[in-house]
């Protein structure tokens, strides 16, 4: 499965790294990096919940 | 389909405004969504049905997010009552001043000055914490934020309650409160960039308008919506912080022993109690609720406060626990109209609940005053009678 972020819509708040730091980070501009965008099973949980943090609906698992 | 349940519950009643959480109760077992015939709207009072509908906003319409023709007139045009794809432009000039990413240089300001009125609120020994804590900050911080100076300082509260209290139905409270509204509107489509103060953001919204960042004619509206959205709200938040942490000292001990739980307290503070009552919506077209049907045109309530105790969504609901983190909780909204103050709420409220829990033993809190309001749930009157410093 894949993370897709929908970069205009992302406002920086960062909830989705405290959720899942192993799989996104703000950088120094305070932009969302996806470090990893395809992911597997075992990433799925992670990916998922930092999805559902996301306050204004920015990122997806598809 | 079949029509939703059906309740004679008057949302806006005052009884109801002061104490919303047994109504809620009612209206949730009923259903997802229950039809209020005495004010003509459908409420939305589970979890999931609520975030659902804060989601699709092609369903659900922020055309009419207040309760009367007047005010969804007045605010049409702005972010907060646009759909995609007119809300997408409008949000993101909004935002460019006011996401995390704008504010990140302004932390260290903002959790000095919450730890230098902690400081000397902790002195006194006892308070008044609306006043002297829940509503002096978030001025403090908003005016300095914007560049407020002279009289408009000293009207921003009953300016940004107003703005909040004329999104009910046309009562009496949004009667009195439209002339006052008003008042904010007429300032904020004259302000001009030399009546703020330098280096302040509301400067730079000024500034980004001159060199085109964001359409002209914005900027004005743009500090309504700081004024009009930002003020109320957090500073319901940052009372409940006080009476929650006085009437739960446990809870406000996991939090001195743990600073690292500040952020899953402010959500639990949200979680617990709503700052906002009701928010509307007006829905598209039929649209199908768990097999009942809400018809194209209706006025919806989204109660965020029922969906925030709902037990199908969180064990155990009518609880305060800070250790439950409830990321998750509906205060802010969700979606594309999810609040867009939500980054400098957390920074005010953070700040508030370090330097408390860090300075604070315990707070013994006495009775709170509440006065019914038709948007923003907050208590009026908060006697701090004894603070026992760490």
Sequence with gaps: ????????????????????PQLMHLDDEGELVLDREEVDEADAALANAAARVCPVAALRVV | MTPPPASDVDLFADDVLVDPYPVYAELRELGPVVHLRKNDVYALTRYDVIRGALADWE???STSIAFNPMANEALTGTSLASDPPVHTQLRATLTENLSPR???GLKGQIEAKADALVAELVEKGSFEAIDALARAFPLEVVADLIGFEGHVRDNMLRWGQAAMQVLGPMNQ????NFPIAGELYAWCSQVKATDLAEGSVGRGIFDAEARGTIPPDTAGHIIHQYLGAGVDTTMAAIGNVVALFGSHPDQLD????????VPAAFNEVLRFWAPIHAWGRRVTKDVDIDGTVVPAGAQVAILLGAGNRDPRHYENPDAFLVERNPVDHLSFGYGPHGCAGQGLARLEAHAVIEALSRRVKRLVVGAEVRVPSNTTRSIEELPVLEVIPA
């Design chain 2, 254 to 261: 996991l939090i001195r022993e743990d600073p690292s739980r």
């Design chain 2, 59 to 61: 369903s659900f319409s």
């Design chain 2, 102 to 104: 704008a504010l990140r």
């Design chain 2, 173 to 176: 409270r949004t009667a009195e």
């Design chain 1, 1 to 20: 499965m894949r993370i897709v972020l929908d970069r205009p819509r992302c406002e920086g708040h960062g909830l989705c790294e405290e959720a899942a």
